[in-house]
């Protein structure tokens, strides 16, 4: 996925793979439990689609009076979804519990419009602050901590995995002269040794199968003494792949199906010439976080304010409203 890198000392290790063949390995200082852990579905955790009304038109999902309060994995409104990705709006504070997340459908990335927070995971301790995508891979446990300021975010979660575009990437996973964002506009985690110490149960949270299950697990997953190989978490400034001259937008990560795509608002034209639906999350001139959802046959529209950065989902397939997703319609 991302150059490699190696911390630490190699120990009891668990390896961590993708489907392209990257991979990373976390070296543990103590053995894998025997015991299982014992997982409990949790009631409504899958997404109940709603039926499509027949309407094909411009939605818009305001997020200004959405109250802060709930944990950033619990607390996620779920806003739109299809077979292969799923749009959720996080409004969390620093008081709610957190819990440790495994999501082990896909890998997630969490756009940050306000506030911040911090990420722990076994690669190292990662800052999320506001105008950051942060990338965390399929498979890969983390914990938020989020700050006093609180952390409003789009998370859009994945059902597979994600890729840097091929044109932006070498043999070697390497970006080119070309791509969208180089290693060093990358912000990786500060890696520490974290000694798992006196073996205790941590409560987890575990995604497989488009379910959602609690339990605990006996040994710490984010307790490491190193780590190596090219698929840890990162962020990147929403600004970075602006920074050199470049056309009107460029897609940060491709999946078979769909695009995570950025692009400055242009009022001269459209901003999509291919057949796909569109979901945008802009901000208004009052800096009013929205998301825009704009099913195929609607013709796109500009979403921000001219010259402001927008974050666009391009899907091929059709977009399903989540019963969340009603109650935060601009009606």
Known sequence: MFPAVCHGN???PERLARRD????????????????PVWTPLGGARVEALPRDGALTRR??????????????RGRLALLFNDHVALAWVSADSESPTTVLIDHDGDQVVCVLEGGATLDTPCGTLRANAAEH????????????????????LVVEVRGELTVPRAHRNDYGQPTVDAPFGHRDLNLAAWFARPGGTPAPTPCTLRRGGRTYDGSVPNNPLATVGYEGSVYPASIAWEAPFVRPRARGVDLFVHERFALHT??????GPPVDEACELATLALDGDGAASLTWEPLGVPPTPAGTPGGIVVQVRARD?????????LLMDR
Request: charged fraction near 25%; aromatic fraction near 8%; glycine fraction near 8%.
């Open 60 to 73: 818009r999902f305001l997020f200004a009076d959405v109250p802060a309060g709930g944990d950033p994995v």
């Open 10 to 12: 190699p120990n009891y």
């Open 263 to 268: 692009c400055l608002t242009r009022d001269d």
């Open 21 to 36: 063949g990257a991979y990373t390995v976390l070296h543990r200082d103590a053995a894998p439990a025997r015991e299982a």
């Open 318 to 326: 059709a977009l399903t409203l989540a019963p969340d997703g009603v």
């Open 134 to 153: 942060v990338f965390i891979p399929r498979g890969m446990p983390h914990r938020w901590r989020v700050d006093k300021l609180g952390l409003r975010a």
